[in-house]
């Protein structure tokens, strides 16, 4: 054999189709099992609300909607909590104009109700909720009220937040937004689906601070007044 003469190479053009189905076949595994995740999702959030029947230390309250605020207030004017977080709160509403608005007394709102203005995002809601609790020694049970499409990432967030707490879900049904027509109408499909990859992400996020050993924190002091508010 001369020089000049080439090596024949050899080729596994077996070995390359192999690789292609199975990477085709991992694809379609991942694409079903995420969408039966999103069906699993969607038709697990509360279609209608419930009485919930339960003693609280505290009952907190996701902005994003009056009735959850609602919700939350006659929940601590009923004695089934000592105090209310109102978490997220933005500063242009006045907190006399909310103590007015509120099923609950004057007295009731100057003693027992936070509102925590620190927060930017749910995960924000989560650490504002957990220095609430410790700067008012509270140990849980806590009582969360948010929408019935937040609540499964509320409750994500705020299990990574206060681990040893016991959360009690109390998820609002808007009258706006039937999670019941997520296979029928676009925008609450849309809508469903936007909360459900940001319930993954939540998911993810807060596996991997567990395993790494960080924690969430907000960039600033958490405190809480009675000045401003946002529905």
């Not at 104009?97 to 709102?109: C, G, I, T, Y």
Request: with cysteine.
């Amino acid at each position: 054999m001369t020089s000049e003469e080439k090596i024949p190479q050899t080729r596994n053009p077996g070995a390359a189709h192999v690789l292609t189905l199975a990477g085709l076949c991992f694809c379609a595994f991942a694409a079903s099992a995420f969408i039966a995740g999103f069906i699993g999702f969607a038709s697990s959030l509360e279609r209608a609300e419930t009485t919930l029947i339960v003693q609280a230390e505290g009952v907190v309250a996701f902005t994003g909607g009056s009735d959850r605020v609602l919700e939350a207030a006659e929940l601590l004017a009923r004695g089934q909590a000592r105090r209310l977080l109102i978490t997220g709160v933005n500063r242009a509403t006045h907190g006399a104009d909310l103590a007015r608005l509120l099923p609950v007394s004057k007295d009731l709102f100057d003693c027992c109700v936070d509102l925590g203005y620190r927060a930017m995002d749910t995960a924000g809601n989560a650490v504002e909720t957990r220095e609430w609790a410790k700067s008012h020694g509270i140990v849980g049970p806590l009582i969360i009220v948010t929408s019935n499409y937040h609540m499964p990432r509320a409750l994500v967030e705020l299990s990574a937040a206060l681990p040893r707490f016991t959360l009690y879900p109390f998820p609002v049904v808007s009258e706006h937004v039937n999670v019941g027509e997520w296979s029928s109408d676009t925008r609450v499909l849309h809508l469903v689906a936007r909360e459900y990859l940001k319930y993954l992400r939540a998911i993810a996020r807060t596996k991997w601070e567990r395993l790494t050993g960080q924690s969430a924190a907000l960039p600033f002091p958490v405190a809480t007044e009675k000045r401003h508010f946002l529905f």
